[in-house]
């Protein structure tokens, strides 16, 4: 069987009160006891704040694909009138994507969302096949008409509507016995269609034991300085927090101590106003109460074991989950004896009339004043609150299920598939609101069923951000890994997704197939191809495999909305130097690089191009990012090194290459490969040189890329150097055909940079059989290992005798040799981020060589 679950309660304002408590818990406890059934978690994609947090909730209990997202119109709130057509063609949009589903069985968990906010829901507009059950949480403004439904008035019409939708729920689950029997009595359901699961308390809700430097700063925060009495909820009329008020006004002259009353819970501006004045009224003093406002679960289970005990005078509830709360943290606990209270409170002697200031005030005094009869309830209360269960709620709901599921005859899949869609249009098409749309409404309503019903036969994608390649290929390592990951992957493409490449720029929103740029870059001809907007679904991945911080900064909304509707996110980062190492890049290029951290971290993961980088990012991450999801992972992968597999640079080989070749050939040449950047460490290099030829040694040292930032004199000096042409060169932009020869004629590498995320010359230098003399740095240690010839210190000197001792040793054939460095294809490579960011059950072709660790 399979159970949708419409997850809006968790969704609205809701979800800072009981009914999102309530959703949270008791889907939790279905997804426990689902045993061999399947269950979906449907989203409101429109609530977009609410969806990941949700999404990290169930992480663990249920596969992500198990939780969908739809999407729909905004602004269709029904507490302002002009609203009516949208909420229609939304309530149709949203009963068209659960069908899609193809439940067996669909449950509602707050059926009465929606007025103040963008929810949206209705029972039997579309299909009325499949069985719909809601939760009957309590019938409180029908029943209390006076206080809640004003004739005429909007929320009026809302509920009463909802009412009617209530009434075609195929069964009812209730969260009481009181709200059962008010299902019965006053709409009429036969007692087999509603059954009561009741409530449970969540495990976090213990007694506890807390510091005395944390109790004293949550009260120093609050503005609580004595013993004090807690209530937690709402404010609304059936709350009586006025009557409570009075009444521990009156309580106060009948105890010697000074005690305070804390209200925790998110009341309005409104709400507050009234109650401070009517605690003026009763005579108390502006600190003798508390309006604590909204307050974190761990700050409210510290209030609830620290209270000196805890009341709940509400006149109507459907079950009344803060006091169950109060009792499992051990706290003493009376309650008004009306509706589901006393169900959950359990014990008549900590009841009272909430409708007599007296008896309450008179059952508040005898617990200040009598230490026995608090610690009584305390006892009773935490025996009590091992009566509910979240899962014995979620077994009795999933008997339900099964029992009007199997009430439905097994038949064809209905509507379905285009048959689904086409229906739907006819339906939005037939509204009499449907001429009043706009074009912009029309295009959204448009976007929301194609997103909502991608079609059947589509296969994931694997969109691959190239962003920066498309705009500049800046030649430098980044882009060479880009291409050549970028060509594997074209290639030889996974089993069961389809490979995009796409772009974005930081000035307009949206990634964009680059179709133009892939033909180019596989040397196919345009075709006259338009780069259009992409269109992600659900079990898509999108990895940003460029280095392109501003457009991704840029682009968050979009990636946001991208991961909500399912879409897999993940980064390939190279390094972290921007940030460790601010003072060689250009200003502002730390900020940049910073934010850009924090962006990709709120997504699935990020694969680093060594083990250095990662356990630099896990750093980074633990000082930077203290909220930060569970499920995220940082993992790494080695780049390949093979560069006749690299998607080659063939720039063609410079008139004057063969000239330059025979002079590196005719002595020992000593190569440098990177741009002309501060951190690559060239001026100390070529400084070491310098002072390597004063004292006779006759040695070339080429340097093979291009200028990059910050070294306007370095350039100069070298272009302008004696020796440049004889036994120094500086061959700027070359291809890797070029390059490739350049390395055959070359003695040594020398890898001198400060920084580095990985190190490519050094694995391509071992590929050449070429020895390696780098800087004592982490990352060149993890890809060298003792494959190479370290030197220490950063002073031309340093430099100079590490090239003395490291050519002795050549002379004697003791040097170390890069032939045992392990190196890996850039088809292993792919294969390695792709066991990464795939799901496993993905097939490859080929082995895997995966090196990764686990955040």
Same mark, same amino acid.
């Given at each position: 069987?399979r159970?949708?679950?419409?997850?809006?309660?968790?969704?609205?304002?809701?979800?800072?009160?009981?009914?999102?408590r309530?959703?949270?818990d008791?889907?939790?406890?279905?997804?426990?006891?689902?045993?061999?059934?399947?269950?979906?978690?449907?989203?409101?994609g429109?609530?977009?704040?609410?969806?990941?947090?949700?999404?990290?909730?169930?992480?663990?209990?249920?596969?992500t694909?198990?939780?969908?997202?739809?999407?729909?119109l905004?602004?269709?709130? !029904?507490?302002?009138?002009?609203?009516h057509?949208?909420?229609?063609?939304?309530?149709?949009?949203?009963?068209?994507?659960?069908?899609?589903?193809?439940?067996?069985?669909?449950?509602?968990?707050?059926?009465?969302?929606?007025?103040?906010?963008?929810a949206?829901t209705?029972?039997?507009?579309?299909?009325?096949?499949?069985?719909?059950?809601?939760?009957?949480?309590?019938?409180?403004?029908?029943?209390?008409p006076?206080?809640?439904?004003?004739?005429g008035?909007?929320f009026t019409?809302f509920?009463?509507?909802?009412?009617?939708?209530?009434?075609?729920?195929?069964?009812?689950?209730?969260?009481?016995?009181?709200?059962?029997?008010?299902?019965?009595?006053?709409l009429?359901?036969?007692?087999?269609?509603?059954i009561?699961?009741?409530?449970?308390?969540?495990?976090?809700?213990?007694?506890?034991?807390?510091?005395?430097?944390?109790?004293?700063?949550?009260?120093?925060?609050?503005?609580?300085?004595?013993?004090?009495?807690?209530?937690?909820?709402?404010?609304? #009329?059936?709350?009586?927090?006025?009557?409570l008020?009075?009444?521990?006004?009156?309580?106060?002259d009948?105890v010697?101590?000074?005690?305070?009353?804390?209200?925790?819970?998110?009341?309005?501006?409104?709400?507050?106003?009234?109650?401070r004045?009517?605690?003026?009224?009763?005579?108390?003093?502006?600190?003798?109460?508390?309006?604590?406002?909204?307050v974190?679960?761990?700050?409210?289970?510290?209030?609830y074991?620290?209270?000196?005990f805890?009341?709940?005078?509400? %006149?109507?509830?459907g079950?009344?989950?803060?006091?169950?709360?109060?009792?499992?943290?051990?706290?003493?606990?009376?309650?008004?004896?009306?509706?589901?209270?006393? #169900?959950?409170?359990?014990?008549?002697?900590?009841?009272?009339?909430?409708?007599?200031v007296?008896?309450l005030?008179?059952?508040?005094?005898?617990?200040?004043?009598? #230490?026995?009869?608090?610690?009584?309830?305390?006892?009773?209360?935490?025996?009590?609150?091992?009566?509910?269960?979240?899962?014995?709620?979620?077994?009795?709901?999933?008997?339900?299920?099964e029992?009007?599921a199997?009430?439905?005859?097994a038949a064809?899949?209905?509507l379905?598939?285009?048959?689904?869609?086409?229906?739907?249009?006819?339906?939005?098409?037939?509204l009499?609101?449907?001429?009043?749309?706009?074009?912009?409404?029309?295009?959204?309503?448009?976007?929301?069923?194609?997103?909502?019903?991608?079609?059947?036969?589509?296969?994931?994608i694997?969109?691959?951000?190239v962003?920066?390649?498309?705009?500049?290929?800046?030649?430098?390592?980044?882009?060479?890994?880009?291409?050549?990951?970028?060509?594997?992957?074209?290639?030889?493409?996974?089993?069961?997704?389809?490979v995009?490449?796409?772009?974005?720029?930081?000035?307009?929103p949206?990634?964009?197939?680059?179709?133009?740029?892939?033909?180019?870059?596989?040397?196919?001809?345009?075709?006259?191809?338009?780069?259009?907007?992409?269109?992600?679904?659900?079990?898509?991945?999108?990895?940003?495999?460029d280095?392109?911080?501003?457009?991704?900064?840029?682009?968050?909304?979009?990636?946001?909305?991208?991961?909500?509707?399912?879409?897999?996110?993940?980064?390939?980062?190279?390094?972290?130097?921007?940030?460790?190492?601010?003072?060689?890049?250009?200003p502002?290029k730390?900020?940049?690089?910073?934010?850009?951290?924090?962006?990709?971290?709120?997504?699935?993961?990020?694969?680093?191009?060594?083990?250095?980088?990662?356990?630099?990012?896990?750093?980074?991450?633990?000082?930077?990012?203290?909220?930060?999801?569970?499920?995220?992972?940082?993992? %790494?992968?080695?780049n390949?090194?093979d560069?006749?597999?690299?998607v080659?640079?063939?720039?063609g080989?410079?008139?004057?290459?063969?000239?330059?070749?025979?002079?590196?050939r005719?002595?020992?040449?000593?190569?440098?490969?990177?741009?002309l950047e501060?951190?690559?460490?060239?001026?100390?290099?070529?400084?070491?040189?310098?002072?390597?030829?004063r004292?006779?040694?006759?040695?070339?040292?080429v340097?093979?890329?291009?200028?990059?930032?910050?070294? #306007?004199?370095?350039?100069?000096?070298?272009?302008s150097?004696?020796?440049?042409?004889?036994r120094?060169?500086?061959l700027k932009?070359?291809?890797?055909?070029?390059?490739?020869?350049?390395?055959?004629?070359?003695?040594?590498?020398?890898?001198?940079?400060?920084?580095?995320?990985?190190?490519l010359?050094?694995?391509?230098?071992?590929?050449?059989?070429?020895?390696?003399?780098?800087?004592?740095?982490?990352?060149?240690?993890?890809v060298?290992?003792?494959h !190479?010839?370290?030197?220490?210190g950063?002073?031309?000197?340093?430099?100079?005798?590490a090239?003395k001792?490291?050519?002795?040793?050549?002379?004697?054939?003791?040097?170390?040799?890069?032939?045992?460095?392990?190196w890996?294809?850039?088809?292993?490579?792919?294969r390695?981020?792709?066991?990464?960011?795939?799901?496993?059950d993905?097939?490859?072709?080929?082995?895997?060589?995966?090196?990764?660790?686990?955040?």
């Amino acid at each position: 069987m399979r159970i949708v679950i419409d997850m809006q309660g968790a969704q609205t304002e809701s979800r800072f009160r009981g009914i999102g408590r309530y959703t949270m818990d008791f889907v939790k406890a279905v997804v426990r006891n689902r045993g061999k059934h399947e269950v979906i978690l449907a989203l409101n994609g429109t609530l977009a704040d609410s969806v990941e947090p949700i999404r990290e909730a169930f992480g663990g209990l249920l596969p992500t694909s198990n939780i969908r997202v739809w999407e729909s119109l905004s602004g269709v709130k !029904a507490c302002e009138g002009g609203n009516h057509g949208r909420r229609e063609v939304a309530e149709l949009i949203r009963e068209a994507f659960l069908l899609s589903l193809r439940p067996d069985v669909i449950h509602v968990c707050s059926l009465f969302e929606g007025y103040g906010d963008d929810a949206v829901t209705s029972i039997g507009r579309v299909d009325s096949s499949i069985p719909v059950t809601t939760t009957i949480h309590d019938l409180i403004p029908f029943l209390n008409p006076a206080h809640y439904l004003e004739p005429g008035h909007l929320f009026t019409d809302f509920y009463l509507d909802k009412l009617e939708s209530l009434k075609r729920s195929a069964a009812l689950l209730s969260i009481s016995e009181s709200s059962r029997e008010e299902a019965i009595k006053h709409l009429g359901v036969f007692p087999e269609n509603v059954i009561n699961t009741s409530e449970g308390v969540n495990k976090c809700f213990r007694p506890i034991s807390l510091s005395d430097v944390y109790v004293s700063s949550l009260k120093r925060t609050l503005g609580i300085k004595n013993d004090f009495i807690l209530y937690s909820g709402g404010a609304d #009329e059936r709350k009586n927090l006025k009557r409570l008020i009075y009444a521990f006004a009156r309580t106060l002259d009948g105890v010697r101590k000074s005690v305070q009353l804390v209200m925790a819970g998110k009341i309005s501006s409104g709400e507050r106003k009234q109650l401070r004045q009517f605690a003026l009224e009763a005579g108390l003093d502006q600190h003798q109460l508390i309006m604590a406002g909204y307050v974190s679960d761990d700050e409210l289970i510290a209030l609830y074991n620290t209270c000196l005990f805890f009341v709940f005078p509400s %006149w109507h509830e459907g079950f009344g989950l803060p006091p169950l709360e109060a009792m499992a943290c051990g706290a003493a606990v009376i309650g008004a004896d009306a509706t589901s209270i006393p #169900e959950v409170i359990g014990l008549q002697e900590a009841l009272f009339d909430p409708f007599d200031v007296d008896s309450l005030s008179s059952l508040m005094v005898k617990i200040i004043n009598d #230490e026995n009869f608090r610690h009584f309830l305390q006892k009773h209360g935490l025996r009590q609150a091992k009566n509910f269960s979240w899962d014995t709620a979620g077994r009795r709901a999933i008997r339900m299920f099964e029992r009007v599921a199997g009430k439905v005859k097994a038949a064809d899949d209905g509507l379905q598939g285009d048959m689904l869609v086409h229906s739907l249009v006819r339906s939005i098409a037939s509204l009499q609101c449907a001429m009043q749309f706009d074009v912009d409404e029309c295009a959204t309503i448009a976007s929301a069923i194609a997103i909502n019903h991608p079609a059947a036969d589509r296969k994931s994608i694997l969109y691959v951000d190239v962003s920066e390649l498309v705009r500049h290929d800046a030649r430098t390592g980044v882009q060479r890994v880009t291409r050549s990951v970028l060509y594997e992957l074209l290639n030889n493409p996974p089993e069961a997704y389809d490979v995009h490449p796409v772009y974005a720029t930081s000035s307009v929103p949206g990634y964009r197939y680059a179709k133009k740029f892939t033909r180019q870059f596989l040397g196919l001809e345009d075709n006259g191809i338009e780069d259009i907007p992409i269109d992600p679904a659900m079990g898509d991945i999108f990895f940003g495999l460029d280095l392109q911080a501003n457009v991704v900064n840029a682009q968050m909304d979009i990636l946001k909305a991208m991961h909500r509707r399912g879409v897999q996110v993940y980064f390939l980062v190279h390094d972290l130097l921007p940030v460790t190492m601010p003072s060689v890049f250009a200003p502002g290029k730390d900020v940049a690089h910073a934010d850009w951290l924090k962006n990709i971290s709120q997504f699935d993961g990020v694969v680093c191009v060594s083990k250095t980088v990662a356990d630099e990012f896990k750093l980074w991450l633990g000082s930077n990012r203290k909220n930060l999801k569970s499920s995220f992972f940082v993992q %790494w992968s080695h780049n390949g090194a093979d560069v006749e597999n690299s998607v080659p640079l063939r720039l063609g080989v410079d008139p004057e290459a063969d000239k330059v070749l025979s002079i590196l050939r005719s002595r020992l040449t000593f190569l440098a490969v990177g741009t002309l950047e501060p951190r690559k460490g060239h001026s100390q290099i070529l400084s070491a040189f310098e002072q390597l030829w004063r004292d006779g040694q006759d040695v070339n040292f080429v340097i093979v890329g291009k200028q990059g930032w910050m070294t #306007e004199k370095l350039a100069a000096k070298i272009e302008s150097h004696p020796e440049i042409g004889k036994r120094l060169f500086w061959l700027k932009g070359i291809g890797d055909d070029y390059l490739e020869r350049v390395y055959e004629v070359s003695s040594c590498l020398i890898a001198g940079s400060l920084g580095e995320g990985f190190g490519l010359p050094l694995i391509e230098a071992a590929h050449h059989k070429l020895p390696v003399i780098a800087r004592d740095i982490p990352v060149f240690r993890e890809v060298a290992g003792e494959h !190479a010839f370290f030197f220490h210190g950063k002073f031309p000197e340093d430099l100079a005798k590490a090239i003395k001792a490291w050519m002795a040793l050549y002379e004697e054939g003791h040097h170390p040799h890069s032939e045992g460095m392990k190196w890996i294809t850039w088809k292993e490579s792919t294969r390695n981020l792709l066991s990464i960011i795939l799901p496993s059950d993905v097939e490859f072709v080929g082995d895997s060589l995966t090196n990764h660790d686990v955040l």
